[in-house]
């Protein structure tokens, strides 16, 4: 088992040069950071999604109840849409 050649041990000797694991754990935490933060911010997305869709639904019914208080208790709606009078028992 001999010496390894000059050019590994130079390769070798560059890396050691560098910091990988604080690289590794700078790297790492920034990661983590930005997964919380992408998190929250789909967490208020989502949140600000059904809020609207929960207008929509409530505006929907308040029309159909808009709709049902100025209709007349004379008039019957068909599948249609024409309306029957209904006769009034005085």
Request: aromatic share 10%; hydrophobic share 30%; charged share 40%.
């Amino acid at each position: 088992m001999g010496d390894l050649p000059q050019e590994k041990k130079e390769r070798f000797h560059w890396s050691n040069r560098f910091p990988l694991e604080k690289l590794d754990s700078l790297v790492s935490s920034y990661f983590e950071k930005w997964l919380r933060k992408n998190r929250v911010f789909l967490m208020k997305l989502d949140h600000f999604i059904s809020r609207q869709i929960d207008k929509v639904k409530n505006n929907k019914q308040t029309d159909e109840k808009k709709e049902e208080i100025f209709k007349s208790p004379l008039v019957e709606n068909n599948k249609n849409g024409e309306g029957d009078k209904k006769e009034e028992h005085i």
